[in-house]
């Protein structure tokens, strides 16, 4: 979450190798999409979200599940001047979608598709990950969060 990401986008923009005025450039969104803006005067964009890393959809039910094939485990990611070092994605519930390799989150233990259950005490598998990012950002700089990931 934040600014820090060592990932880019698994869907990349083609854009004209063009070198001037109205070249296809790719933009970020805030959301972590990429965007192309064709043309000064056309208004129109192509969004390319990244590839999801879950394999198949899990709902809050079978995270809840007892006896389940998820753990539930707490971490504790302290910030750094430049973020968490992790990006969250998906509703309901939202999972960890990557993990910058030395960043606080890898070094509190956050792995990429684990399930975020809680943060700061609060229960957020039934919101969705600009909830779960906005929980994170006007929080304390030190971030207790609980996940769930696959036992298998």
């Not at 890393?53 to 809050?60: I, Y």
């Not at 990611?77 to 990557?98: I, K, L, S, T, Y």
């Amino acid at each position: 979450m934040g600014p820090r990401t060592a990932v880019s986008s698994s869907k990349e923009v083609k854009s004209a190798p063009a070198a001037g005025r109205g070249a296809a450039r790719p933009r970020s969104c805030s959301d972590g999409s990429r965007y192309v803006r064709r043309g000064a005067s056309s208004p129109s964009l192509t969004l390319c979200s990244p590839k999801s890393v879950l394999k198949r959809p899990v709902s809050t039910e079978e995270l809840q599940r007892p006896g389940g094939p998820y753990v539930k485990k707490t971490v504790t990611v302290v910030g750094d001047a430049v973020g968490w070092g992790f990006v969250v994605r998906g509703e309901r519930p939202c999972h960890v979608q990557a993990v910058e390799p030395c960043g606080p989150a890898a070094a509190a233990g956050v792995k990429v598709c684990q399930f975020v259950v809680s943060v700061h005490g609060i229960n957020v598998l039934h919101l969705d990950y600009r909830a779960v990012s906005h929980l994170v950002l006007t929080g304390p700089r030190t971030v207790v969060m609980e996940v769930m990931e696959e036992t298998s």
